[in-house]
């Protein structure tokens, strides 16, 4: 069965820094794209970054472009979150998600069939 774990998560002063990780596990058939979700309570889960593994482009939210940077490993099925100049409006659980069919689309939360169970990111004022 896939299986996809994040790490990295943690309390940070606004302004600071953190690096998110993100690791799919398991019988694998396809990933064509991974990418990086966020909820805060009482909020819809909303996406932040992706990466399509076909050409490795990368597709940014409006709310963190310039701030955040994906990366990853299309052979090691690993995607990374690098979060700086964080805000605490960024306070949410950051969720890791796998893409295994298409790659028009990559910032729906419906496009996506596999998901991590979340890392808490906090950012104090």
């Known amino acids: 069965q896939v299986q996809l774990v994040e790490f990295g998560g943690g309390l940070v002063q606004a302004g600071g820094s953190l690096r998110l990780s993100c690791a799919a596990s398991?019988?694998?058939?396809?990933?064509?794209?991974m990418g990086w979700f966020r909820q805060a309570p009482g909020k819809e889960r909303e996406f932040v970054a992706a990466i399509n593994w076909r050409d490795d482009s990368t597709y940014y939210a409006d709310s963190v472009k310039g701030r955040f940077t994906i990366s990853g490993d299309n052979a090691k099925n690993t995607v990374y979150l690098q979060m700086n100049s964080l805000k605490p409006e960024d306070t949410a659980v950051y969720y890791c998600?796998?893409?295994?069919?298409?790659?028009?689309?990559?910032?729906?939360?419906?496009?996506?069939?596999?998901w991590g169970q979340g890392t808490q990111v906090t950012v104090s004022s």
């Open positions: 998600a796998a893409k295994s069919i298409g790659t028009r689309v990559l910032d729906k939360r419906y496009e996506y069939g596999y």
């Open positions: 398991g019988r694998i058939f396809s990933i064509n794209a």
